[in-house]
């Protein structure tokens, strides 16, 4: 289970830096997370997941060097202290691998603009030569209208190589598995190519896409991903819940479930690209999000922040998402009633690793009020939530104990207050 770190954000690094990535003195901050892995661990976490840490011009997503931790992060030796403080409390390391593309400044593309076709790395890219004149733009494809970041061409060996030199080089380094950005641009034969080489030598390894759309099922079964991005699932939390319109959050859950023959989906109510869950539903419902993340099936990933109900709107426009990547403190804050809702909730997942994989029945629904049961032949979690300012009663499931959030549980019964929610079990 797995805290995310956008971490061009966590340390307070400039994003829209006016130098260049060549002329940027290193700056040791990634020394700053290691006061929050102990926070991790005592949420009961077990996986940091990083957002970019290679060498970009802005984001971390126009990456230049795959080679090198960006300057704003650190070195090589930062990073290797952060992989070890890490591995010695028992936390995994995700790394978010961008694969699709490269920022324009990346000097493979520099020397396919100076030398055309004739460029050593001219075969790395996805470029129209057809009519190219030596002084004419190389027309590359690029990633969903953004001019700087150039598509690598994911047909050829060039790519498939250099992804699978990267995978390999910082799996060395001790890294655990990868998050493989857009994947859902790539072609899941290029995953089929790539994957299966990195596991020839890291058969450990773990490796979940970011599917936006598209049939994940399909996905997984073409390109030997281990997990995909559950986007369906958070959609319908927030909609569900910021509507009253838990009809929604039902028909997703069944087709969640439909998931489970070919994944256990990568989870989540928060990350760097989104509103923030407390945003998004209101803090008065935040719980309710988080029961809902760590009952239902799959892989969860907690958007660092959002345990502690920090709020943060993303906007369509330059600087849109600073509001949801902010710099975080130097130490963790005091624990708040949420934390300690995410502690009570991780504690019960760890109970019951079952759930990892186990199918939901929808025992219960109206627009405002649902329940879910999940179950196997030996135990059983409820989850019921009441978005309503009215208490409400509803069928326990079979559920005898209240294991979080609060409720009224006599005679097979559940009393929820108003906006309350609660998770059970036999």
Do not use: C
């Not at 990456?63 to 070890?84: K, N």
């Amino acid at each position: 289970m797995w805290w995310h770190v956008y971490p061009l954000g966590f340390i307070g690094a400039d994003v829209r830096p006016g130098t260049p990535v060549e002329d940027r003195p290193v700056e040791h901050r990634l020394d700053r997370l290691v006061p929050w892995l102990d926070h991790v661990v005592d949420i009961g976490l077990n996986g940091l997941l990083l957002g970019p840490v290679f060498a970009s011009s802005t984001h971390g997503y126009d990456t230049v060097d795959h080679f090198r931790i960006d300057p704003r992060l650190g070195d090589d030796e930062d990073f290797d202290r952060l992989v070890a403080a890490a591995h010695e409390r028992g936390v995994r390391l995700l790394l978010d691998g961008v694969f699709n593309h490269v920022g324009r400044e990346h000097p493979a593309f520099r020397a396919v603009e100076e030398q055309g076709p004739d460029a050593d790395t001219a075969d790395l890219f996805a470029v129209d030569w057809s009519g190219w004149a030596p002084g004419d733009p190389v027309r590359v494809r690029d990633f969903e209208g953004h001019d700087i970041l150039v598509a690598l061409d994911h047909e050829g060996r060039a790519a498939e190589d250099l992804v699978v030199d990267v995978m390999t080089h910082w799996l060395e380094r001790g890294v655990d598995g990868w998050r493989l950005d857009a994947a859902y641009a790539v072609p899941p034969a290029f995953w089929a190519r790539v994957l299966p080489r990195v596991r020839e030598r890291f058969p450990e390894a773990w490796f979940s896409g970011e599917v936006i759309h598209g049939d994940p099922a399909a996905i997984v079964r073409a390109s030997t991903m281990d997990s995909t991005t559950q986007y369906e699932l958070w959609q319908a939390i927030w909609h569900g819940i910021a509507d009253r319109n838990l009809f929604e959050l039902a028909h997703a859950v069944e087709r969640h479930d439909a998931l489970l023959a070919t994944q256990a989906p990568t989870t989540f109510v928060g990350n760097h690209d989104v509103t923030r869950i407390a945003s998004a539903v209101g803090e008065r419902f935040a719980g309710h999000a988080t029961a809902l993340l760590f009952t239902l099936a799959g892989t969860p990933v907690v958007y660092a922040g959002d345990e502690y109900g920090w709020t943060g709107v993303k906007e369509e426009r330059e600087g849109g998402d600073d509001a949801v990547r902010p710099t975080f403190p130097e130490v963790p804050p005091a624990p708040v009633e949420l934390t300690r809702t995410y502690e009570a909730l991780v504690a019960l997942r760890r109970r019951n690793p079952w759930l990892h994989r186990a199918h939901t029945d929808v025992v219960h629904r109206t627009n405002t009020a649902v329940v879910l049961r999940t179950a196997t032949a030996d135990a059983v979690v409820v989850t019921a939530l009441n978005l309503a300012d009215d208490a409400v009663e509803l069928p326990a499931a079979g559920a005898t104990h209240v294991e979080a959030g609060g409720g009224d549980l006599r005679d097979g019964t559940l009393r929820l207050p108003a906006a309350g929610w609660a998770v059970l079990t036999a």
